[in-house]
């Protein structure tokens, strides 16, 4: 059974920081890829951060570009993203996403390119 446990989330003031963790287990994680979304209320979850297999490739939506960093452990079987300058429109539940498709050469960032997903932590950035 694949779990996907997020951390790190908490409350924070405008040009803060916070790392988030994903731990995975109940899959082959070296092989996966992994990646961030978030869903502020009212509006619908979408993509944040992704990364390939091997950390070779990541993608990034526009708005965190320079200020987020998505990285992975193989040996650990968890996946980071690193938050910097943080803006209250980046408040939302953030979720932990894995691909089962092994080495995918372009991490996606779309929700269909992902097959199980965590609980979410939440992040509040007051302004």
């Known amino acids: 059974q694949v779990q996907l446990v997020e951390s790190g989330g908490g409350l924070v003031q405008a040009g803060g920081s916070l790392r988030l963790s994903c731990a995975a287990s109940?899959?082959?994680?070296?092989?996966?890829?992994m990646g961030w979304f978030r869903q502020a209320p009212g509006k619908d979850r979408e993509s944040v951060a992704a990364i390939t297999w091997n950390g070779g490739n990541t993608a990034y939506t526009d708005s965190v570009k320079g200020r987020f960093t998505i990285s992975r452990d193989n040996a650990k079987n968890t996946v980071h993203l690193q938050m910097n300058s943080l803006k209250p429109d980046d408040t939302g539940v953030y979720y932990c996403?894995?691909?089962?498709?092994?080495?995918?050469?372009?991490?996606?960032?779309?929700?269909?390119?992902?097959?199980?997903w965590g609980q979410g932590t939440q992040v509040t950035v007051s302004s």
């Open positions: 996403a894995a691909s089962f498709t092994p080495r995918r050469t372009i991490a996606p960032m779309t929700r269909s390119g992902y097959d199980s």
């Open positions: 109940g899959l082959t994680f070296s092989s996966a890829a």
